[in-house]
């Protein structure tokens, strides 16, 4: 079993910052990549910005330069930090982590239950 725990999500003006946290937990035997999605009302989930084992990273064209993705595999956490942020950004944030779980053999997807951002004008 393995659970992903976010935080850090929460209300901030136009121009604000947040980081958002995400921690994995469980029977984990490694962990492929970590990332981040977003769901705004009344639209699909989307990726935002996703770090692979290797510290590679890839953000959505939109959030490019203002958002930055890292990793403590460690402790396998991956975090958020959201700068310059304006209401388009307002959603639920979901983390995401590709797993490979003890005792298994391929890698599976699992997802934190989400943590609000809502950036007012």
């Known amino acids: 079993q393995v659970q992903l725990v976010e935080s850090g999500g929460g209300s901030v003006q136009a121009g604000g910052s947040l980081k958002l946290s995400c921690a994995a937990s469980g029977t984990i035997f490694s962990i492929n990549a970590m990332g981040w999605y977003r769901q705004a009302p009344g639209k699909q989930r989307e990726l935002v910005a996703v770090?692979?084992?290797?510290?590679?990273?890839s953000y959505t064209n939109s959030v490019k330069g203002r958002f930055a993705i890292s990793r403590e595999f460690a402790k396998n956490t991956v975090s958020l930090q959201m700068n310059s942020l304006n209401p388009e950004d307002t959603a639920v944030y979901y983390c995401?982590?590709?797993?490979?779980?003890?005792?298994?053999?391929?890698?599976?997807?699992?997802w934190g239950e989400g943590t609000l951002v809502t950036v007012s004008s």
């Open positions: 995401n982590a590709l797993v490979v779980p003890n005792g298994m053999a391929r890698a599976m997807t699992y």
């Open positions: 770090i692979t084992s290797g510290g590679m990273t």
